[in-house]
């Protein structure tokens, strides 16, 4: 199906992981691992052994309800807050609709509230961050993804690796998101989703990356996306037609965990009813970030840690 490239040229820079080329480059199997301890280790925290070779199958794994929803009620309650801040609106790490002034994104959560920052250090999330990657952690980006009813826009195809290796100097595939579900995510507002056995493959896309390529793909993603025959095929081998995407579906308080490199996206939202979601990225501390392999310079710290590498510690 795929090629591993000629990969010797790139390593006199490091760069394992070739993307954002003039010319087109085949898909080529990971070269990492997907879940960083052997098998005497998997048991060593709060996810199964089931739960563990989905994850490591699949390339994410949800659990609805992990948290009460009741628990969720004083991030709700923050997040409407966020909704009439008008200061918060003008900020470089707040991202809005196009042609809207309805929130999209709010980057670097965890540094403007108290109260998720405490949440990205809960016990019951910090510990499956250890167990998966096999190593203390640290918070790589946090954020909020509003869509609000009728309005949302969705997000295209991408691996959030691709991105972050590319943009960021993310160096390996030693990473992953935890999405955290603030108000029902379902089939019709919008969810996100999700090619399961795509993380197995690393999918180089096509066009130079611009400076501040944040301003505009926060907003519409165009760079960075897979071709779509690449997409087609992962789909296929998937399950085509019938079982080639999932949408996991939740109340507040579900969570999904899902590989930095698994492709993903999500609908525009055309309910009534509003979908937000809290992500959390946790990175190995053993996998800071260095330059940007797209040669540009690094983007702003609210969607990149570059300093703070120092591990969680549980609260």
Request: overall charge negative; some cysteine; proline content about 8%.
């Amino acid at each position: 199906m795929t090629e591993q490239p000629d990969l010797k040229a790139h390593r006199q820079g490091q760069d394992l992981f070739p993307t954002r080329l003039e010319r087109k480059l085949r898909m080529f199997q990971r070269i990492d691992p997907v879940v960083h301890v052997g098998k005497k280790q998997r048991a060593d925290g709060p996810l199964t052994e089931e739960q563990i070779a989905e994850f490591e199958r699949n390339g994410f794994l949800s659990i609805p309800s992990y948290f009460s929803k009741e628990g969720m009620d004083e991030f709700i309650e923050e997040l409407r807050e966020y909704e009439q801040d008008k200061d918060l609106k003008l900020s470089e790490g707040t991202v809005l609709e196009p042609g809207a002034e309805e929130i999209r994104s709010i980057f670097g959560i965890h540094r403007i509230s108290e109260h998720f920052d405490r949440l990205t250090r809960d016990p019951r999330l910090l510990e499956i961050a250890q167990q998966i990657l096999g190593s203390e952690v640290y918070i790589h980006q946090s954020r909020i993804n509003y869509k609000p009813g009728f309005k949302g826009k969705g997000f295209n195809w991408h691996s959030d690796f691709e991105t972050w290796h590319s943009e960021d100097g993310m160096p390996r595939m030693h990473c992953f998101s935890c999405s955290v579900v603030l108000t029902e995510n379902n089939e019709f507002n919008g969810p996100l989703m999700l090619v399961p056995g795509s993380h197995r493959y690393f999918v180089p896309t096509v066009g130079r990356t611009p400076e501040n390529n944040y301003k505009e793909s926060l907003k519409s993603q165009t760079l960075g996306v897979p071709d779509a025959a690449s997409i087609t095929q992962l789909v296929i081998e998937a399950g085509g037609r019938d079982g080639g995407i999932v949408i996991p579906k939740g109340p507040p308080g579900s969570i999904t965990l899902f590989e930095c490199n698994t492709l993903h996206a999500s609908t525009e939202n055309l309910s009534p009813f509003p979908r937000s979601n809290l992500f959390f990225v946790y990175n190995s501390v053993e996998n800071p970030v260095v330059e940007p392999y797209c040669g540009n310079k690094p983007r702003p710290e609210f969607l990149a840690e570059r300093t703070d590498f120092a591990p969680l510690m549980p609260v």
